[in-house]
C-alpha cells in the first residue's frame, strides 16, 4: 500500500491516441487493473507547471515518477536533484542523474520497419510520410522510414510534409489531410503519419482516397482496418508498465535505457485488422528485415546522431 | 502540369470552403457594424457540436444543426455583450475565442472521455463527396473532363453550399430590405434609429447570419473536411477568414477571391514543401506556413492600398446628440 | 398672419412633458399647443432642450412624464416608428443619412414597402419626381449623398420626410447649413407645404429667421417653457431678452480699424484632398496687424481648410503661406506646433473634436497646444500646481463656469468650453489669431462677452482671421469680408459696404453689380 | 455614463468586483455540470495560490508576466492603439534575452548582462512592434490585424530558429543550452537567503521587482510627463491631439515601440529568470491574457497590478485544482479566464446602469426625508 507510482503526462494529455496514450493504456492503466494500485497523474496546462507538477509529486511521496515526453527533461533535471530519494523515469530524453531513468526508443528502427512495408506494398513505388511538429524527433521517424523503403528498392520516391512548426500541428487533422492528399495526387498510396492528432487526418484521406496509411505509437490498426497497412508501435506502455513492476518489487534502476527492435522497445503491428493487407510475403520480408536489424547487419541511421539524414 | 493545376485548384476549394464561410459570416455582421474577430471561436465550437451531435445521433444533418445552433447561441452572447451592453466588440471576441477553446475540451472530455476528441465519425456521420452527373463518363474527355470530374464534381455538398452562399449573400446585401438597413446600421446608425428601425435588432439579426454561416463552416471541418472534432481543429481559420475580408474590402465577391487566394496558397504550399528549389535550395516549412500572414501584411500595407470599412463598425451604438 | 381662434385644432399638444438626463432636467414640464396648418418657431439658448423636446415628440427619446395629442387624439410614443406612422417627419440638426448610399435610397431606408428592394425603389421613384415637381423640391435621385452639397442633402431630409407621409414636420436648425438665398427658397418650400396643410415646427437661433417665416413662436429657456407669442406681436428684442432671461445688446461698440503691416499672405494657396477633390484654388489674401478680416461662405466651401491650413494642419498642394520672415510650401511643410511658434492662435471650428479633449479635466484641456511649454515642465515631470493655477487663472479672467479646473471637460456648457478655449489661445498673447466659428453654439449673452474681446484685441493691433457661417457675426465684426465659394475667393467687400444681400448674392457665386465697379477697379 | 450619480469607490472597486465574481458563478456552475464540488474547488484554488510559500512564489510569479503584457496593452490603449501582438513581441522579447545570455554569460558578470540582456528583450519586442506601427501609422492598416498576423509570424520564426539554429546537437527537445550561473536572475528565494529569510524555491525571481518597477514608471509616464499627455491625447481624441502639435505617426510609432518593449520583458522573467533557457512557447497565451489584464486594470497601472494578481491567482490555483481533480483540467482553468474576460471585460457596462438607478433612487429617498425633517426646504 506503500507503493505510490505516478505518470505526469506532456501538454498534449493522456488521450492523444498515440504517444501518451500509450503510456497511459498500456502502462498505467494496465498496471492499476493488474495491481489495484492507482496511479497518479499529471498534465501541466504551461511550461512552467511541469516543474511544478514533479515537485508536487515528489513532495506528495509517489515514487517512481515517470515523466513523459523530452518536454520534461530540464524540469525533471532540476526536481530529480532536489529529490534524490525519490526515483525518476523520463521518456525520449536524458537526464543524468542518480535516481533518473533514462528512456530512449529506437523510433528510427521502427520506422525502417514500416518504410520497407509501405515501399512493398506501393505499387506507384511512392511513399509518403506526413509530420506533425517539425522536430528533430520526427525527422527521426522520417529518415528511418526513408532508409527502410529505399532499402527495398533504390528508385523509391519518398515524400515528406510536415505539418507545421507550431504546437498547433499536433492536432490539425484538416491540415494533415490535405498534405495527405497532395501526396496522394502525385503518385502515393501508402502514407505514414507521425503527427499525434493531426494522424487522424491523414488516416481519413487515405480511407476517401483508397490508399493505405500507417499508424504511429499506439497500434492503431483498429482505426479503420483495411486501410490501416501497420501501425509503428512504440511500446512506451510496456516499458512503463515494467518499470512499475520493478520498482514495486524494489527493483529501480537508474541509467540510460535504449530500447530498440531488440529490446522489444519499437516494433510493426500485426494483427486482425491489417492481416488481409499484408501477404505472407511481405510479412516473410518484413521479419527477415528485422531480424537483420536486431542482429545489427542493417544499421539504421539515427537523424538525431548527427541532425541530419545522410546515411 | 495542366493535372497538377486542377489538383491544387481542387484542394483550394476544399481549403477555401471554411474560409468562405466564415468571411461571409464576417461580412455580415461586421456590415452591420459589429467587429467579429470571434469567427475563430464560433467555428471551432461549432465544430465539436457538429461531430458531437453526429457521432451521438447518428445523423450528420443532426450535426449540422446542432452546429448551427451553437454558432448562433455564440453570436447572442457576442450581440448581448457588445449589442444590449455596448462592451467592446473586440473584448466580447476574445472572451468567446477562449471560451471556445476551453469549453470544447471540458466539455468533450466529460462526455466522450477522450481527452476532447469526439469519436471518429462513420461514413454515414459525414458529409462525403457527391459525384455530379457525369462526372465519371466525361472524366477521359480531355482537358474539360477533367475539369469536370476533379474540380467541379466530387465534393461534399457544404463545399457547393459555400459557393452558393457568396450570391446569396450578394443578393441579400445589395437587393433585399434587410440588406439595405443592415448596410446603413454599419455605416451611420442613428440614421438607422431615426427612421424608425431598431439598430439592434439589426444588428442581431446580422449575428445570426453570422452564426448560421460560421455554424455551417464548423460542421463542415469536423463532419466534412475530417471525420470528428479534434481540440484546436479550427487552427486559426477564423483569423485568415477575418483577413480575407479586409482583402475583399468587405463585399461578398472580391472577399470571395480572397478566401480562394489564401487556400490556394496553403494548397500551393503544401505541394511546395520539401521541394528543393534551384538556387535558394529547400524552403524551410516555417517560411512556408507564414506566407499567407506575410501576404496579407504586404497586401494591407501597400498593393490594396486603404481598406475602409463601414464607418460604424466596432462602436457600439449609443442614442445620444 | 393667421388668427387663431378658439376652435382652432391642434396638430400637436403637449402637457407637462418632462425628461431627466441623469443630473440633466433637459425638459421641465413642458406643454405647447401647436394648431393645424402653422408654421411653429421655437428658439431658445443653447441647451435649452429645444431638440430634446422635439426628440420627444419624434419618440426617439421616451419623455419621463407628460401626455402628447397628435391631431387631438392622446398618443403614447414609443419608438420613431410610431411617430411616422402618426405622421410626424423630422429633420435632424444633425443630418441622417447615410453617406454611401444614393438619395434614392436614403429616402426609401425604413419606409421600403416590400422585402425586396426593386419595387420599393421604382415606386420611391415616381413617388419623388412628383414631390420635387410639387414643391420645388428637385435633388439628382440618383447621386451619392456624399457627393451631394448640404443644402441638397437636407432637401433629401425634408422628402424623407414627405415620403413617409408626414403631416407635421419637425426642422431642428435647418438654417445654419445654408446661404440666405436657400434659405428664403426653404422658406418657400414651406409656404407651399403649409397651403397643403402640412404643420411645421422650426427650431432656429436666428431671430430674424422666426420673425420673417413663423406664425407663432414658442420660447424655452434651461429646460421649461417660458413663453409663447403670435409672431405678429413681437420683436427681436423682447425674443432676446426673453430667451437669456436679461436684456442683451445685439450690437458691438467699435471704432474704425486701422490696419498696419501685413502679418500674414497667402499666395495662391491651393489644397487637393485624399479623394482628389479640389478644396482650395488659388487662394491669395493677407491679413494686416488691428484688423479684422471675415471670411463668409457657406460651410463646406472652403473656409474650413483655409484655416486649417493657415494652422498647420493642412499642408498646402501648391502655392505659398508668408507669416513674417517664414515661408510655407508643400517642400516646406509647416505643423501646428511651428505655426504656433510664429506666434500664431487658433481657435478651432470645432470645439469638441479639436478644440479640447472632452475626458481630459479643464486644466488639462487648457494646455492643449503648449503642453511642452517650459513653464508647464520640468525636466521630466509636469508641473501640476502650475497648470492647476494657469488654468484658475484664466477661468477667472473669462468668467468660465464651474470654476473648476479639476472638473472633466465634456461637464462644461458649450458656452463656458469655448470660452475656455477662446481664453487658452488669447493667453499666449499671439500676434496672428485664427478663429473658427468663435460663437457656434454659444448663447446670446456669451457671444456678446466674446465678440467684445475679439474686438478688444484687434485694437491692440492684432491680426484677426475671423471664419464663420453667421453673417450678422461677420458684419458685426469684421473690418474687411472675403467670401469664398467653391474652394475658391468670389471677392472682397469693406464692412460699410456690405449687406445681407450682397453677402449673399456673393456665396452663391453672383458678384452683385453695385461691386462689379469697385472690386473691378480694385483688382 | 461616467457622470453618474454612482459614487466613484463603487464604480473603481465594487461593480469590478460584482463582475468578477459574477464570473465566478458562472464557472461554478459548469463546475457543477462536471461534477466538481465548486466551493471546494474555489478552496483549493485559494489555497494552492496563497496557502504556503512556493504557492505565493509561484503566483507572483505568474503576475510578473501578466504586469508586463498588461502594461504593453496599456500603454497602446491609452493612445487609441489595440496591440494584439503582445503573444509575438513577448516572444521575440525572449528572443533577444536568449541571444544576450548564450552571447554573454560566459565572458561577463551578472551585474553587466542584466542591462544587456533588459535592453535586448526590450529592443527585440520593440522591433517586431515596429512594423505593424509603421503600418498603421503611415499605411493605414489596421494594426489589430497586422499585430495578428504578426503574432503567427514570430511563432513561425521561434520554431525555425529554435529547429536550426539554437537546438543543442544531441539533445531531443527544441531548447537551448541552459545558460551559465552568472547570467541567470536571482531567485526570491535566494534573495529571501541574503537577508535570512528562508522562502521556499519557487520560480519567483528579480523580474517581479522590475515588473513593479515599470508599473511606477508606465504610472509616470502616461499621467506625470508631457509624453504622456500626448499620449492620453492622442487616444481620447486624434483630432484634438494633432490640434495640439501632437504629430499622429511618430507618436503612434514612439508608444508600440513602448507597448513592444513593456511586452518583451516578459522575456527577461521567462528565459532569464525561471527557465534559463531558450525553448518553445514559453509565452504561452500570456500576450492575450494581458488585454484581459488591461481591461480589468482599467488601464491603470495599479489597477493592472491587482488584475496581474487575480490571473496569477487564476493560474496558480488553477493549477493546483487540476492536480487534484481528474475532472478538471487546464482548458476548465481557461473556461474560467474567458468568464472574467467576459463578464469584466465585455459586459462590463451591464451592472452600471442598475447602479446608477439604485443610487438615483438611494438619492430622491434623502432628499425626500429631507424634506419631511424641514419642509421649507
Ligand atoms: N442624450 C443625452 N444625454 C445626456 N444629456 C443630454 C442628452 N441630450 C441632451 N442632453 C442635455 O440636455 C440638455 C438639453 O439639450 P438639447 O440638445 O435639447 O438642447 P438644444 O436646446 O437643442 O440646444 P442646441 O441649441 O445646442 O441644439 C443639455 O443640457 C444637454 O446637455
Ligand atoms: N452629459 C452631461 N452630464 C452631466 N452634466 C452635463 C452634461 N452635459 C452638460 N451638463 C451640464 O449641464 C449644464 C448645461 O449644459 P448645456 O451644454 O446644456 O449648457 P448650455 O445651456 O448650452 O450653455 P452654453 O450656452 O454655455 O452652451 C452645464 O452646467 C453642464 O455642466
Ligand atoms: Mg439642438
Ligand atoms: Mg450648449
Avoid at chain 1, 487533422?173 to 498534405?179: D, M, N, Q, S, V
Avoid at chain 3, 450690437?251 to 484632398?273: E, F, G, M, W
Avoid at chain 4, 503582445?86 to 553587466?112: H, N, T
Amino acid at each position: 500500500a506503500d507503493f505510490k507510482p505516478a505518470v505526469a503526462y506532456d501538454s498534449a494529455g493522456k488521450f492523444d491516441k498515440s504517444f501518451n496514450q500509450a503510456v497511459f493504456q498500456n502502462g498505467a492503466t494496465k498496471f492499476t487493473e493488474d495491481t489495484k494500485i492507482a496511479v497518479r497523474d499529471f498534465v501541466p496546462s504551461n511550461d512552467a507547471q511541469r516543474e511544478q507538477g514533479l515537485a508536487r509529486l515528489a513532495r506528495g511521496g509517489y515514487n517512481p515518477i515517470v515523466a513523459v515526453g523530452f518536454m520534461y527533461g530540464s524540469a525533471l533535471e532540476k526536481i530529480a536533484k532536489k529529490y534524490p530519494d525519490t526515483q525518476f523515469v523520463i521518456i525520449d530524453s536524458v537526464v543524468d542523474l542518480p535516481n533518473v531513468k533514462s528512456l530512449l526508443f529506437k523510433e528510427h528502427e521502427g520506422s525502417f520497419l514500416v518504410g520497407a512495408l509501405a515501399a512493398l506494398k506501393s505499387e506507384n513505388q511512392k511513399v509518403g510520410f506526413v509530420g506533425g511538429m517539425d522536430v528533430p524527433l520526427i525527422r527521426k521517424f522520417a529518415c528511418g522510414y526513408e532508409q527502410g523503403a529505399k532499402y527495398i528498392n533504390k528508385e523509391v520516391e519518398v515524400f515528406q510534409n510536415m505539418t507545421g512548426s507550431t504546437n498547433a500541428a499536433w492536432s490539425d487533422p484538416a491540415r494533415g489531410a490535405e498534405l495527405t492528399k497532395s501526396q496522394f495526387s502525385q503518385g502515393v498510396d501508402v502514407v505514414f503519419a507521425a503527427a499525434g492528432g493531426t494522424g487522424v487526418g491523414v488516416y481519413q484521406a487515405a480511407k476517401d482516397g483508397g490508399k493505405y496509411a500507417i499508424g504511429v505509437d499506439s497500434n492503431q490498426n483498429h482505426l479503420h482496418p483495411g486501410v490501416m497497412l501497420t501501425s509503428m508501435v512504440k511500446l512506451v506502455g510496456l516499458a512503463t508498465y515494467d518499470i512499475f513492476k520493478k520498482a514495486e518489487s524494489g527493483n529501480f534502476s537508474a541509467g540510460i535505457d535504449v530500447r530498440g527492435l531488440k529490446e522489444k522497445g519499437v516494433d510493426w503491428a500485426l494483427d486482425e485488422y491489417n492481416r488481409a493487407l499484408v501477404t505472407p510475403e511481405m510479412e516473410a520480408e518484413i521479419n527477415s528485415v528485422k531480424a537483420k536489424i536486431v542482429t545489427g547487419e542493417i544499421v539504421v541511421h539515427d537523424y538525431m546522431a548527427d541532425n541530419s539524414c545522410q546515411y | 502540369m495542366y493535372e497538377n493545376l486542377i489538383l491544387i485548384l481542387d484542394a483550394t476549394l476544399r481549403v477555401s470552403t471554411p474560409l468562405i464561410l466564415a468571411a461571409l459570416a464576417g461580412l455580415f455582421s461586421e456590415r452591420s457594424g459589429i467587429v467579429n474577430i470571434a469567427l475563430e471561436g464560433k467555428i471551432l465550437f461549432a465544430a465539436f457540436a457538429a461531430a458531437a451531435a453526429a457521432s451521438v445521433t447518428g445523423s450528420v444533418w443532426l450535426g449540422l444543426l446542432s452546429a448551427i445552433a451553437v454558432a448562433c447561441s455564440l453570436s447572442m452572447l457576442h450581440g448581448f455583450a457588445s449589442i444590449t451592453h455596448k462592451g467592446d466588440q473586440i473584448v466580447s471576441g476574445v472572451a468567446i475565442n477562449m471560451l471556445a477553446v476551453g469549453l470544447t475540451v471540458t466539455l468533450g472530455r466529460y462526455w466522450f472521455g477522450l481527452g476532447g476528441q469526439t469519436p471518429a465519425l462513420l461514413d454515414s456521420q459525414r458529409f462525403l463527396p457527391i459525384t455530379l452527373p457525369g462526372a465519371d463518363a466525361l472524366a477521359d474527355v480531355p482537358v474539360l473532363g477533367l475539369l469536370y470530374s476533379e474540380l467541379i464534381s466530387g465534393h461534399n455538398i457544404i463545399v457547393y453550399m459555400a459557393l452558393l452562399s457568396v450570391p446569396i449573400c450578394w443578393w441579400v446585401i445589395f437587393k433585399t430590405r434587410f440588406g439595405l438597413r443592415l448596410r446603413a446600421a454599419g455605416e451611420n446608425p442613428h440614421a438607422v434609429d431615426t427612421a424608425g428601425i431598431s439598430v439592434a435588432w439589426i444588428r442581431y439579426r446580422a449575428l445570426l447570419v453570422a452564426g448560421l454561416l460560421t455554424g455551417i463552416a464548423g460542421a463542415y471541418l469536423s463532419t466534412a473536411h475530417s471525420a470528428g472534432f479534434v481540440p484546436n481543429m479550427s487552427a486559426g481559420k477564423g483569423f485568415i477568414a477575418l483577413a480575407a475580408l479586409i482583402f475583399g474590402k468587405w463585399r461578398p465577391v472580391p472577399v470571395l477571391f480572397g478566401c480562394l487566394l489564401f487556400g490556394f496558397l496553403d494548397a500551393v504550399a503544401i505541394r511546395l514543401q520539401g521541394t528543393e528549389l534551384p538556387i535558394i535550395g529547400e524552403i524551410p516549412v516555417q517560411l512556408i506556413e507564414v506566407l499567407p500572414y506575410i501576404l496579407t501584411v504586404l497586401l494591407l500595407a501597400g498593393f490594396i492600398g486603404r481598406a475602409v470599412g463601414p464607418k460604424a463598425v466596432g462602436i457600439p451604438y449609443v442614442k445620444s446628440r | 398672419m393667421s388668427t387663431v381662434s378658439n376652435e382652432q385644432r391642434f396638430a400637436l399638444e403637449l402637457r407637462g412633458i418632462d425628461k431627466r438626463f441623469g443630473a440633466v432636467h433637459a425638459n421641465n414640464n413642458i406643454d405647447l399647443q401647436v394648431p393645424v396648418g402653422t408654421i411653429h418657431g421655437i428658439i431658445g439658448e443653447n441647451g435649452a432642450g429645444k431638440s430634446t423636446l422635439m426628440n420627444i415628440i419624434y419618440g426617439f427619446y421616451i419623455a419621463d412624464a407628460g401626455e402628447i395629442k397628435i391631431e387631438g387624439i392622446p398618443r403614447k410614443l414609443l419608438s420613431s416608428k410610431e411617430a411616422i406612422s402618426y405622421g410626424i417627419g423630422m429633420v435632424h440638426q444633425h443630418f441622417m443619412l447615410i453617406d454611401n448610399f444614393s438619395v434614392l435610397e436614403n429616402v426609401i431606408l425604413g419606409a421600403e414597402n416590400g422585402p425586396l428592394l426593386k419595387p420599393s425603389l421604382a415606386a420611391a421613384r415616381t413617388e419623388l419626381e412628383r414631390l420635387a415637381k410639387e414643391y420645388q423640391l428637385d435633388v439628382p435621385i440618383d447621386a451619392l449623398i456624399e457627393d451631394l452639397p448640404v443644402g441638397l442633402q437636407q432637401r433629401v431630409e425634408i422628402l424623407k420626410a414627405l415620403y413617409r407621409g408626414a403631416k407635421i414636420l419637425i426642422l431642428d436648425e435647418p438654417t445654419g447649413v445654408l446661404t440666405p438665398q436657400e434659405t428664403e427658397h426653404l422658406f418657400h418650400i414651406f409656404d407651399a407645404l403649409r397651403r397643403e396643410g402640412v404643420t411645421i415646427i422650426l427650431i432656429t437661433h436666428k431671430l430674424r429667421e422666426i420673425l420673417a417665416a413663423t406664425d407663432n413662436v414658442s420660447v424655452m429657456r434651461q429646460g421649461a417653457m417660458v413663453a409663447h407669442r403670435k409672431t405678429a406681436d413681437t420683436n427681436k428684442e423682447e425674443l432676446a431678452e426673453l430667451m437669456v432671461g436679461r436684456k442683451v445688446r445685439l450690437k458691438v461698440d467699435k471704432k474704425v480699424a486701422n490696419p498696419k503691416q501685413i502679418l500674414l499672405s497667402t499666395d495662391q494657396l491651393t489644397y487637393t484632398d485624399q479623394m482628389g477633390v479640389d478644396r482650395l484654388k488659388s487662394v491669395s489674401i493677407n491679413i494686416k496687424a488691428g484688423e479684422i478680416v471675415g471670411i463668409a461662405g457657406v460651410s463646406g466651401n472652403g473656409q474650413s481648410e483655409l484655416i486649417n491650413m493657415l494652422a498647420g494642419l493642412l499642408t498646402p498642394t501648391s502655392g505659398s503661406i508668408s507669416i513674417g520672415n517664414t515661408h510655407i510650401d508643400a517642400g516646406h511643410p509647416a505643423t501646428p506646433d511651428s505655426i504656433r511658434q510664429l506666434r500664431v492662435g487658433h481657435i478651432p471650428e470645432d470645439r469638441l473634436t479639436m478644440g479640447l479633449i472632452k475626458s481630459f479635466s479643464a486644466e488639462e484641456s487648457a494646455i492643449l497646444g503648449h503642453q511642452n511649454q517650459p513653464k508647464y515642465n520640468g525636466k521630466i515631470l509636469n508641473k501640476l500646481k502650475v497648470i492647476t493655477q494657469e488654468c484658475t487663472r484664466l477661468m477667472k479672467e473669462w468668467d468660465v463656469r464651474p470654476q473648476n479646473p479639476k472638473l472633466r471637460s465634456s461637464l462644461f456648457s458649450g458656452g463656458n468650453q469655448q470660452k475656455l478655449i477662446i481664453a487658452r489661445e488669447v493667453d499666449q498673447n499671439p500676434n496672428i489669431l485664427l478663429i473658427g466659428q468663435p460663437t457656434r453654439g454659444v448663447d446670446i449673452g456669451a457671444i456678446e462677452f466674446i465678440h467684445k474681446r475679439i474686438v478688444e484685441l484687434r485694437d491692440k493691433g492684432k491680426g484677426i482671421l475671423l471664419v464663420s457661417v453667421e453673417l450678422d457675426e461677420i458684419m458685426t465684426l469684421a473690418d474687411r469680408i472675403i467670401v469664398m465659394f467653391d474652394g475658391h475667393i468670389v471677392g472682397e467687400v469693406s464692412a460699410a459696404q456690405a449687406n445681407e444681400k450682397i453677402l449673399g448674392m456673393m456665396m452663391a457665386n453672383i458678384m452683385p453689380d453695385e461691386l462689379q465697379a469697385t472690386t473691378g477697379g480694385k483688382q | 455614463m461616467n457622470d453618474s450619480k454612482i459614487p466613484v469607490w463603487v464604480n473603481v472597486f465594487v461593480l469590478p468586483m460584482v463582475n468578477i465574481l459574477l464570473a465566478f458563478a458562472f464557472s461554478a456552475i459548469i463546475f457543477i455540470a462536471v461534477d466538481v464540488d465548486p466551493i471546494e474547488a474555489a478552496q483549493v484554488m485559494i489555497r494552492g495560490a496563497f496557502g504556503y510559500q512556493e504557492g505565493i512564489g509561484y503566483t507572483l510569479y505568474y503576475a510578473t508576466n501578466f504586469m508586463f503584457t498588461g502594461l504593453a496593452v496599456a500603454v497602446a490603449f491609452s493612445a487609441g492603439l489595440f496591440n494584439i501582438g503582445g503573444e509575438g513581441q513577448a516572444y521575440m522579447g525572449g528572443l533577444g534575452v536568449g541571444i544576450a545570455c548564450l552571447a554573454l554569460d560566459s565572458s561577463l558578470p551578472f551585474w553587466a548582462i542584466l542591462p544587456i540582456t533588459m535592453f535586448a528583450s526590450m529592443a527585440f519586442g520593440a522591433l517586431w512592434a515596429l512594423i505593424p506601427a509603421y503600418l498603421q501609422a503611415y499605411r493605414g492598416s489596421h494594426i489589430v490585424i497586422t499585430t495578428i498576423m504578426f503574432n503567427f509570424i514570430a511563432a513561425s520564426l521561434m520554431v525555425y530558429l529554435m529547429v536550426n539554429v539554437f537546438k543543442l546537437d544531441g539533445q531531443m527537445a527544441p531548447v537551448s543550452r541552459i545558460i551559465e550561473d552568472s547570467a541567470k536572475l536571482p531567485m526570491f528565494h535566494e534573495m529571501a537567503a541574503w537577508i535570512d529569510w528562508s522562502f521556499e524555491s519557487s520560480p519567483l525571481n528579480l523580474s517581479f521587482f522590475i515588473a513593479l518597477v515599470c508599473c511606477l514608471l508606465v504610472w509616470i509616464l502616461l499621467w506625470r510627463t508631457r509624453w504622456g499627455y500626448a499620449i492620453r491625447a492622442m487616444g481620447s481624441s486624434p483630432t484634438a491631439a494633432e490640434y495640439g502639435g501632437i504629430n499622429y505617426k511618430k507618436l503612434t510609432i514612439i508608444v508600440m515601440l513602448i507597448s513592444g518593449a513593456l511586452s518583451g520583458l516578459l522575456g527577461i522573467n521567462e528565459v532569464q529568470g525561471y527557465s534559463h533557457q531558450l525553448k518553445l512557447d514559453f509565452v504561452a497565451g500570456y500576450g492575450f491574457t494581458g488585454i484581459a489584464v488591461c481591461l480589468i486594470g482599467r488601464n491603470h497601472p495599479v489597477g493592472i497590478i491587482l488584475a496581474s494578481l487575480l490571473f496569477g491567482v487564476l493560474y496558480q490555483g488553477g493549477a493546483e485544482l487540476s492536480f487534484d481533480f481528474p475532472n478538471i483540467d487546464r482548458e476548465m482553468i481557461q473556461v474560467i479566464q474567458a468568464l472574467v474576460v467576459l463578464f469584466s471585460g465585455a459586459l462590463a457596462f451591464m451592472l452600471v446602469k442598475p447602479t446608477e438607478h439604485f443610487f438615483v433612487f438611494l438619492d430622491k429617498r434623502k432628499t425626500l426625508s429631507l424634506k419631511q425633517t424641514n419642509p421649507e426646504t
